[in-house]
C-alpha cells in the first residue's frame, strides 16, 4: 500500500532556531502533499497545500514567512519552521495524494515538535 | 465553504458491542468522497472507511460499516463487535470531489473508549 514517511518523529530545540520537517511518498508519486498542524485532542488544521514546481497554498492565519514549504519533487515536501517559538511547539502532520482528485490521502506518522 | 459536525465529544462502548458514532456535514456539492479516519495514541492517521457521494449503496469493511443518508447529509460510523484497538479518535472528513487540490474538511473528531 501507499507509504508516507515523515522525519523527524520528534524534535526538541531551543526557541529562536529553524527545524526542519520532511515528508517523503515511498512508492508513488504525489502531485499534491498537504501540512496540517494538530493540538492535542483536536482535529487537524490544514496549514498549507503544495503542488510540485510551484508555490504553495496557505490557509488564512497561516504566516507563510514562518513556515516555509518547498515542494521540489513529486516525492518530497518540506516544512521548515524558522525561528520557532515555543507558541510553535504542536504536532505537525503531512499528507500525499497521487494524481487524480479521486485518489485517497495517505498520511505520514507526524512530527512532534518541542520548542524550549 | 463544507462543513463536518460530530456534535459528540466522547462515547464509550462495552467491548464486543456495537456503536455508532454520528457525523453531519454541509455542503452544496452533488459529488464528493466522505470519509472516516482513526487516530489512535500512536496518532497515525488511519483510514477506516470511504464512501464515494454517487454510491447509493453504504459502504463496509470488515466490522466497520457507514449508514450514508445523502439528502439528510448524514454519514455516521457503524463499529461492529467493538474491541480493545478500536480505542482512539475518529474523525469525520469530507472532500469535493472537484479538482486535484480539494482538501479535505475534518470534523472536530470524537474519543472512543472501549470498556473491557
Known amino acids: 500500500g501507499a507509504v508516507v514517511s515523515q522525519h523527524p518523529s520528534w524534535v526538541i530545540c531551543k526557541s529562536g532556531t529553524s527545524v526542519k520537517i520532511e515528508c517523503r511518498s515511498l512508492d508513488f508519486q504525489a502531485t499534491t502533499m498537504f501540512w496540517y498542524r494538530q493540538f492535542p485532542k483536536q482535529s487537524l488544521m490544514l496549514m498549507a497545500t503544495s503542488n510540485e514546481g510551484s508555490k504553495a497554498t496557505y490557509e488564512q492565519g497561516v504566516e507563510k514567512d514562518k513556515f516555509l514549504i518547498n515542494h521540489a519533487s513529486l516525492t518530497l515536501s518540506t516544512l521548515t519552521v524558522t525561528s520557532a517559538h515555543p507558541e510553535d511547539s504542536s504536532f505537525y502532520i503531512c499528507?500525499?495524494?497521487?494524481?487524480?482528485?479521486?485518489?485517497?490521502?495517505?498520511f505520514g506518522d507526524g512530527t512532534r515538535l518541542s520548542i524550549l | 465553504a463544507q462543513t463536518v459536525t460530530q456534535s459528540q465529544p466522547e462515547m464509550s462502548v462495552q467491548e464486543a458491542e456495537t456503536v455508532t458514532l454520528s457525523c453531519t456535514y454541509d455542503t452544496s456539492e452533488s459529488d464528493y468522497y466522505l470519509f472516516w479516519y482513526k487516530q489512535p495514541p500512536s496518532r497515525q492517521m488511519i483510514l477506516v472507511i470511504r464512501q464515494e457521494a454517487y454510491k447509493q449503496q453504504n459502504a463496509t469493511e470488515n466490522r466497520f460499516s457507514v449508514n450514508f443518508q445523502k439528502a439528510a447529509k448524514s454519514f455516521s460510523l457503524k463499529i461492529s463487535d467493538s474491541q480493545l484497538g478500536d480505542a482512539a479518535m475518529y474523525f469525520c472528513a469530507y472532500r469535493s470531489a472537484d479538482g486535484a487540490n480539494s482538501k479535505l474538511t475534518f470534523g472536530k473528531g470524537i474519543t472512543l473508549s472501549v470498556r473491557p
Open positions: 499528507s500525499a495524494r497521487k494524481v487524480g482528485s479521486n485518489q485517497p490521502q495517505h
